[in-house]
């Protein structure tokens, strides 16, 4: 079985500095990993995913994330959040194998940016 | 590009009704999942088809049931609603299914009174 931790309920940065949602995964295989973000009200955005190739992964909007097999994480970062960033970040793992792909979901991370 | 269809966007219904969702999946895309938000939660896995075969079960109630037609669109039936069935209910497609993302839908927003 897999399942992600995510260690912060609750982020809040200032508009213009670096931001940090953390997430810790278990797997007994290679998982994938993603990241998804839900704006309130909205439906559920891709932002990346990493499936074993480059640990480090590019996403949409300025966002990254840094498989780190050895510390079982997969923590997104932007370097300057944008006001528009304010949202719930979902991290979320998927199994290597069987075809049912079924995501499951961290708990969540709610992004709150301040002026 | 074309996204994932669903609808309606919002439904009401009474305890002890029916309702039926439907998913209308990115062109090409083979393989459709759905999954239940409650208010304040994080989306929880129901079911999920592959080629109109399904490929996986999940906390998906008795009450409920699914499908997934030859056009790959997919439709979710809700009988006997309870009020703790109010939620967002998400249909998701990918392309394959082995370590595929999926690409949600903007969800239908059930609430049961």
């Known amino acids: 079985a897999q399942s992600v931790t995510q260690l912060d309920s609750h982020v809040s940065v200032s508009e213009g500095t670096p931001v940090l949602l953390r997430c810790n995964y278990s797997?007994?295989?290679?998982?994938?990993l993603f990241w998804y973000v839900q704006h309130p009200n909205k439906g559920l955005q891709l932002l990346l995913k990493?499936?074993?190739?480059?640990?480090l992964v590019k996403g949409i909007n300025g966002f990254e994330a840094e498989f780190k097999k050895s510390e079982t994480s997969f923590h997104l970062t932007k370097p300057s959040a944008h006001m528009s960033d304010a949202a719930e970040y979902f991290c979320?793992?998927?199994?290597?194998?069987?075809?049912?792909?079924?995501?499951?979901f961290g708990t969540g991370t709610r992004l709150q940016v301040t002026l | 590009a074309a996204g994932v269809i669903q609808s309606p966007r919002h439904l009401i219904k009474e305890k002890r009704e029916t309702a039926t969702l439907k998913c209308y999946p990115i062109?090409?895309?083979?393989?459709v999942y759905w999954y239940q938000q409650g208010p304040g939660q994080d989306p929880q896995f129901l079911i999920s088809?592959?080629?109109?075969?399904?490929?996986d079960k999940g906390s998906i109630p008795d009450r409920f049931s699914a499908q997934q037609f030859s056009d790959y669109h997919s439709e979710l039936n809700m009988s006997s609603l309870e009020l703790g069935d109010s939620a967002l209910y998400f249909c998701?497609?990918?392309?394959?299914?082995?370590?595929?993302?999926?690409?949600f839908g903007p969800g239908t927003r059930l609430t049961v009174t």
């Open positions: 797997s007994s295989y290679s998982p994938s």
């Open positions: 979320v793992v998927s199994p290597y194998t069987g075809t049912a792909s079924k995501l499951t």
């Open positions: 062109p090409r895309h083979d393989t």
């Open positions: 998701a497609s990918s392309f394959g299914t082995q370590r595929r993302e999926q690409y």
């Open positions: 990493y499936t074993s190739a480059a640990t």
């Open positions: 088809f592959y080629e109109k075969m399904q490929s």
